[in-house]
């Protein structure tokens, strides 16, 4: 699968950017998960992408169809659930897949075999005739992933699918995402940085609406300064730090951050003094802190 960009720009109203400049070239299947900060412009570039906001300026192609001039090509090759997305209350999950796939020009026969399929591959095939109303919170963003996949787009746009999800709903999603990345491309947008840890092939890091890095977690890594973190469990702050930094997270936590030479020369005196450790890769959060200043809601 394919989606690239040139330029890619949007104002609202001549004065607010949402987005400046994007540039990007995705080519896989699996899952692309873009994070920032509310306000970045992570909803501006997924509804821009899948056809629903057209840009101020710039341009994009999806599987070598304009987003701008072949809207209606771009459609045919890509499903969305949008972040506010919620199922007919009226309707039952069976009744929710099968009427879409029948807009998207499946037969009844067809729509309701495939309906099915999605719902049972989403653990939703025993409520698959329970009024939607009447389902969980997570059943419900289950059932709207269920109704993007059934329609076996090349390219799946899920704009925050696990907002409001508790951590076991999520970590059930997750596993789905997974397996469905294997023939097929997920731009996910997300406001957990785990998830986008977990889940993302390619990681793309967005602060007011132009990208700050992009690329997979190890990539991402490799191109900040400090790349490991020491985890001190201690009050007191005693060790020599020639290049890297400090960060205390507690009264008694403190952070450093460092390449691999330096935290391993600390660690003679830590064990010296019997005071707790651990060392890590840094995470995606320390990046994410590092690039944009600070964390939101993660």
Request: hydrophobic share 35%; glycine share 8%.
């Amino acid at each position: 699968m394919d989606i690239s960009s040139i330029q890619l720009a949007k104002t609202y109203e001549g004065k607010y950017t949402a987005l400046s400049g994007i540039n990007l070239e995705i080519s896989m299947n699996g899952i692309y998960s873009i994070i920032g900060k509310n306000g970045a412009g992570k909803t501006t570039l997924v509804r821009i992408l899948s056809t629903q906001l057209l840009p101020t300026s710039g341009s994009a192609t999806l599987n070598g169809y304009d987003i701008i001039t072949q809207p209606y090509k771009v459609r045919e090759q890509i499903a969305a659930v949008p972040q506010e997305a919620r199922p007919a209350p009226w309707l039952t999950p069976i009744q929710t897949v099968s009427s879409y796939l029948m807009w998207r020009g499946y037969t009844h026969t067809e729509a309701r075999s495939i309906a099915k399929e999605a719902l049972r591959s989403m653990d939703l095939a025993e409520v698959e005739n329970v009024k939607n109303r009447k389902l969980s919170g997570g059943q419900k963003r289950k059932l709207m992933v269920a109704t993007v996949i059934a329609s076996e787009a090349s390219v799946i746009f899920l704009d925050e699918p696990t907002t409001g999800l508790d951590y076991i709903s999520r970590k059930e999603l997750w596993g789905i995402l997974d397996k469905l990345k294997r023939d097929r491309l997920i731009i996910l947008t997300t406001h957990y940085l785990e998830e986008a840890e977990k889940l993302g092939d390619l990681i793309c890091i967005l602060d007011h609406g132009k990208i700050m890095d992009n690329g997979t977690i190890s990539d991402l890594r490799k191109r900040i300064k400090h790349p490991y973190v020491l985890k001190v469990y201690s009050s007191t702050t005693n060790l020599k730090i020639e290049d890297g930094s400090v960060s205390r997270v507690s009264p008694d936590e403190y952070f450093v951050y460092g390449n691999q030479k330096t935290i391993y020369e600390l660690i003679p005196t830590l064990i010296e003094t019997k005071t707790r450790f651990t060392v890590e890769e840094v995470s995606l959060g320390n990046i994410f802190e590092k690039l944009v200043g600070g964390e939101d809601e993660y």
